[in-house]
């Protein structure tokens, strides 16, 4: 599954946060840094309204959402690269996900102490990401060190290795995180497998006063500037408001979220949004047994995304009988989509398309 760390400095509110994704009273809010030791980890469901309608057409007996999981990461300060607080096994957590969510404190709390004494999510988000790129650099400097002789005896994969290292070494030095580096097609892979933790795509979120937890504050809008000049994403969420609504019913949060003027919560913007930064999309399987969503990267084929229900599926791959979700909706579902010749079959070479209602056929 896919995987984003909850980083941030202590008494941002990641655990407050994570209490709320994952409805557990698990990870203790506590007014002290390093309360959050061990990382913790969440299964989310991903929300997806169209999979409740699909469910309805088809009789499903059963719904399954997608899943997320969200990993709690304890508390990084200054000095991690170094070793202080818990820094090491914080870069090894971090190491380990697909995305990272970067919790920063936008609410004004005399009561909540800062750990530098002052509320300025620009300055902390730098304090952090410059803690990611010294790992960076000092693991850079490692692998560089071991790629030597490799590339003495003619390896063309290390020279290749050695030239992103590089790359990435040149950005952290002027002061860039990794992921400002401009990689090709051809080079995604072998850049994936370096694992540096300033290239993992970030989003920012800003962690607001319950007043505020609509259009935000002004510490959001510095946030919000700072992550489009980075190509990163953000939102603005209440984690108190979050922690809150996690613990009611459907119905009661929703005239919850009404009386507080909002939309929609924030952990469904915070979840949609950590899809699209991951670049994931989803297709649905329906029938009378259940109705189920399920995760891709955004560019799968046909046999790709049949091979995330079961690896034998996409080795064993025929064809593919799929319904965009907009053709399935109005033809009132499978059959009436198929009367319509809405109904298509496609071979290995498809690109799976967001919503796509599939069956695939497979040899065992
Ligand atoms: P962590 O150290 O980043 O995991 O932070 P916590 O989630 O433990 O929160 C630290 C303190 O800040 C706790 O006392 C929370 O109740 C408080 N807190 C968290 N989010 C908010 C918020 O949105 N508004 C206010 N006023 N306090 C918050």
Redesign the pocket.
Known sequence: GFKTGIV?L????????FNALTRTAAAQ???F?F??IEPNVGEVSVPDKRLDTLAEIAGSKSIIPARMTFVDIA?LVKGASQGEGLGNQFLANIRECDAIAH?LRC?E?DD?THVDGRVNPIEDADTIETELMLADLESIEKRQQNLVRKMKGGDKEAAEQNDLLNRAKAAIESGKPARTVEISEDEEKAWAQLTLLSAKPVLYVC????DNAGEGNQHSEAVAKMAAEQGAASVVI???IEEEISQLEPEEAEMFLSELGLEQAGLDRLIAAGYDLLGLQTYFTCGPKEARAWTVHAGATAPQAAGVIHTDFERGFIRAETIAYDDYVACNGEQGAKEKGKMRAEGKAYVMADGDVVHFLFNT
């Open positions: 941030g202590p008494n941002v509110g990641k655990s407050t946060l809010a506590a007014n840094p309360c959050t508390g919790v609410f709390d909540v962690n607001v006063e319950e209440s984690a108190a």
